[in-house]
Nanobody, 116 residues
Framework: QVHLVESGGDSVQAGGSLRLSCEAS????????MGWYRQAPGNCREWVAR???????YYTDSVKGRFTISRDNFQNTVYLQMNSLKPEDTAVYYC??????????WGQGTRVTVSS
């Protein structure tokens, strides 16, 4: 079983930056892709970014050029560097880890609030 713990959420003003972290523990050797989703109040959870074990990154269009996902396989940690934050980025951000059997583990979420 994999366990994920996110950190780094905070309240910032528009244009600011935050770095989210997600540390995995447990059966980390089984983890393939990792990534981030977010859920704004009243909205469904939406995909933000994903990174393969080899380090190939993918982003949803709304964050391209502003967010960077990275991964440290030795630390079993995935990061989301968020720059030029906008009020519409306000959400609870959830880390996920997919294993090689396509099972997904979720973190508990970390809240990001961007004020205008």
């Amino acid at each position: 079983q994999v366990h994920l713990v996110e950190s780094g959420g905070d309240s910032v003003q528009a244009g600011g930056s935050l770095r989210l972290s997600c540390e995995a523990s447990g059966r980390v050797f089984s983890i393939n892709d990792m990534g981030w989703y977010r859920q704004a109040p009243g909205n469904c959870r939406e995909w933000v970014a994903r990174i393969t074990k080899e380090g190939t990154a993918y982003y949803t269009d709304s964050v391209k050029g502003r967010f960077t996902i990275s991964r440290d396989n030795f630390q079993n940690t995935v990061y989301l560097q968020m720059n030029s934050l906008k009020p519409e980025d306000t959400a609870v951000y959830y880390c996920h880890a997919d294993d090689f059997a396509f099972r997904t583990t979720w973190g508990q979420g970390t809240r990001v609030t961007v004020s205008s």
